[in-house]
């Protein structure tokens, strides 16, 4: 085992079987991640790439393969000891953001420490650091309905920070923003990343934004390789 790995894969494979033929999605992927590590994964529309993070994250189930997180296996593991473990290692950033509406910024990112366990002091200190870091800080109590897109998604990082987790899973988190707006994001998602010593998996459309991880890896015919 490579003892600074905080995710491995080896093997996975997943098809989707409904009424029609079968897809295969994945077809022998291997993947690994180490501590402090970025990793952009590209890959044509379909190909598999949120199908990949979520198999990744625990939240859906390979038909092969196996998978470890910070070297503990995870086959077996009950529902309840996966959200445990997933809490403490990942904080994920969607392109939809999915804030709650009737909750404001603060609450938003709160919403990921309560998941994780009991609010404390110390929650809500950093939950309004990480706003301020975010350029949020004059909007801490703005709904989520009341914020632009933009600013949605700087509430979203600073909601995959809030619990200190080791890795972020990012799926195209510029996918619904502007350029310039997109870029913003993107600059603060990587610099956060870097600042804290975090690990990144990074899905993107954008070559100029993959080639910015430590490794760049393209998802085409089930196959995972180096971009
Ligand atoms: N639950 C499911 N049931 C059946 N087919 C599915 C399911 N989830 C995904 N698929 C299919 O698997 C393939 C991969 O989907 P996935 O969402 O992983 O692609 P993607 O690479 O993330 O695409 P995009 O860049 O558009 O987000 C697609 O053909 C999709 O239709
Ligand atoms: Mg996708």
Known sequence: MNTAALMEAKGLMKAFRGAETPISVLESVDFLIGKGESVSI???????????LNILSGLEQADAGSLTWGGVALAGKSGAALARMRAALMGFVFQAYYLAPELNALENVL???????????????????????VGMG???????????????????VARALINDPPLILADEPTGNLDEATGNAVMNLLLE???EEGKSLVLVTHNPEYAARADRALTLHLGKLSQA
């Open 42 to 52: 590209r890959g044509e529309s379909g190909c598999g790439k949120s199908t990949l």
């Open 138 to 156: 004059g909007r801490l109590r703005h709904h989520a309905t009341k914020l632009s897109g933009g600013e949605r998604q700087r509430v979203a």
């Open 192 to 194: 956060l990343v870097s």
């Open 111 to 133: 919403l990921g420490a309560r998941i994780a366990g009991r609010l404390t002091r110390a929650h809500k200190e950093r939950a309004e650091a990480l706003l301020v870091r």
